[in-house]
């Protein structure tokens, strides 16, 4: 069976790194001839929005999915039509706006902070008035990792915060003031089996993650974030791999945003559960029996941003598990990561003192 990956970044490398095995094949679709993910399978050199590269994409492969959000959902409808697309667009299409992704949570009453559409900066003084201060402005679409987003402390930040963002669709949302990230990771399959991993608790740098641990065990917030997952699933006949990241608050999850794809806080899965978040998406794609997602230990994974460091150092820390995304370095760009598999959490977090310090030279 061929896949079909729009995007070959690193999460295209490793959806198509733990394929192989499987006797899957990759054709990725990527604007960059050096992309991550190109130098693991054969790549399409063009646009997303390119019909005629996505019609070649199309007819080279038996299912089409996809390793970025900001695939334009107008320009990969017409190859939805021609080969089975997994996630549906229709999930994408609520993904990349995260107006239609709260406004779905609120649907399904699945806690989300208070928000406010702003389109004026008469708009942003409405929703700081019925929403208070602090509060957080967002671009509604191509946010990601913090980018796009200005924090309101108090009235005098609106000008500047409108004259950073103004222009564009944004939303107005109430500053949680979480004790936690955690990010739920589960697959649903064409015969809607389903697989739900342990939660995950992420720390976040300038908006960035950087860091997970792995199981993070509270069977109420477990259950609860499970609860809401599902419910998300049963909303769209979902298929693949959905992550649904939370903010912890006085017991109760708050959902902040969703990805419909493989995510940086299941990393870990690649070598701390049964099996990988990036082998649970092909399965559930191609129609395969889900695998387990039981944790193996405890896992830490840490995220190499803008420098990564060098091989022989990391590969000295035992046990330790390099990937390197072969990425040109950039300040804030994910280079790569490194995950340990730890036999108790004690241990675990020993570990990621050290990958912490390797990060940071
Ligand atoms: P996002 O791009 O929405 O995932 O935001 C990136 C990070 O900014 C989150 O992981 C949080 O650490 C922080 N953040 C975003 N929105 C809020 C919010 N409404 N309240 C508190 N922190 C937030």
């Given amino acids: 069976m061929n896949i079909g990956i729009i995007g070959a970044g ?18 990725l679709l990527d604007p960059a001839a050096d992309a991550s993910g ?8 063009g646009a997303y929005d390119d019909p005629v590269k ?14 970025v959000e900001n695939v334009p959902v107008a320009a990969v409808a017409p190859i939805a039509e021609l080969k089975p697309f997994y996630p549906q667009i229709t999930a994408l299409g609520v993904s990349q706006d995260r107006l239609s992704e ?4 609120r649907e399904l009453r699945i806690p989300t902070p208070e928000f406010h559409a702003v389109d004026s900066l008469d708009d942003l003084q409405r929703a700081i008035a019925t929403i208070g201060l602090p509060g957080v402005l967002k671009t509604r679409r191509l946010g990601y990792d913090g980018r796009g987003q200005y924090r309101l402390r108090n009235a005098a930040d609106c000008d500047a915060a409108w004259q950073a963002l103004g222009g564009v669709p944004l939303i107005y949302e109430a500053w949680v003031p979480f004790s936690r990230e955690v990010s739920l990771i589960g697959a649903r399959s064409i015969h809607g089996e389903v697989a739900i991993y342990p939660l995950a608790a992420n720390s976040h740098e300038h908006g960035i993650l950087h860091h997970t641990i792995a199981p993070y065990r509270n069977s109420d917030l477990q259950q609860q974030a499970e609860t809401y997952l599902k419910r998300v699933f049963k909303h769209f006949g979902y298929v693949g791999i ?3 990241e939370f903010f912890v ?8 945003e969703m990805a419909p794809r493989v995510h940086n806080s299941g990393h870990w899965t690649i070598e701390g559960a049964c099996t990988s978040q990036f082998e649970n998406h092909l399965r559930a794609i191609c129609g395969l029996p889900l695998g387990s997602t039981a944790p193996l230990g405890h896992a830490a994974m840490v995220n190499f941003i803008g420098t990564i460091p060098a091989r022989d150092a990391a590969l000295k820390l035992t046990g330790l598990h390099l990937h390197d995304y ?5 300040p804030a760009r994910k280079l ?6 730890l036999p108790s959490p004690a241990a675990r977090d020993q570990t990621l003192k050290k990958m912490l310090k390797l990060a940071r030279q």
């Fill in 249 to 256: 608050l006085r017991g109760k999850l708050i959902a902040n």
């Fill in 102 to 105: 709260k406004t779905l949570f």
């Fill in 336 to 341: 790569g990561h490194a995950t340990a598999v």
């Fill in 242 to 244: 959905l992550t649904i």
């Fill in 10 to 27: 690193q999460l295209g490398r490793m959806l198509a790194l733990a394929g192989y095995p499987l006797g899957l094949r990759f054709t």
């Fill in 54 to 67: 996505l019609r070649e994409l199309a007819a080279a492969v038996d299912v089409i999915t996809f390793d």
């Fill in 326 to 330: 072969d990425k040109q370095p950039r």
């Fill in 38 to 45: 190109a130098r693991v399978g054969k790549c399409i050199q």
